[in-house]
């Protein structure tokens, strides 16, 4: 079993920055990492992703050139630093984990094995 415990999630105005953590609660593992939002009344998107036995990510072209994905293995973590942050970028924030050697499906929800609860951003303008 994979937990995920997102942190790091709040309130800022446009332009800000904030860091997302998600703590695995795994030792190692072969996952692809993901993180995914929901704003109201839309669908869950895809906004990155890395593959935890490599250097491989991957990126939601909404989010290109503003955010960052890393993990520190050592510490279980994977992390999602949001910069330039726009009032679009408000959302409900996921962390996710699919039990895979790659991430050729990084974008799909229902690919991922275990989720975390979430953490909210706002962005104000």
């Known amino acids: 079993q994979v937990q995920l415990v997102e942190s790091g999630g709040g309130s800022v105005q446009a332009g800000g920055s904030l860091r997302l953590c998600a703590a695995t609660g795994y030792r190692k593992i072969s996952a692809c990492m993901g993180w995914f939002r929901q704003a109201p009344g839309k669908e869950l998107q895809g906004v990155a992703s890395i593959y935890t036995g490599g250097s491989s990510v991957y990126y939601a072209d909404s989010v290109k050139g503003r955010f960052t994905i890393s993990q520190d293995n050592a510490k279980n973590t994977v992390y999602l630093q949001m910069n330039t942050l726009k009032p679009e970028d408000t959302a409900m924030y996921y962390c996710?984990?699919?039990?895979?050697?790659?991430?050729?499906?990084?974008?799909?929800?229902?690919?991922?094995?275990?989720w975390g609860q979430g953490t909210q951003v706002t962005v104000s303008s």
């Open positions: 996710a984990a699919a039990l895979s050697l790659h991430c050729s499906s990084w974008y799909t929800p229902g690919w991922y094995n275990y």
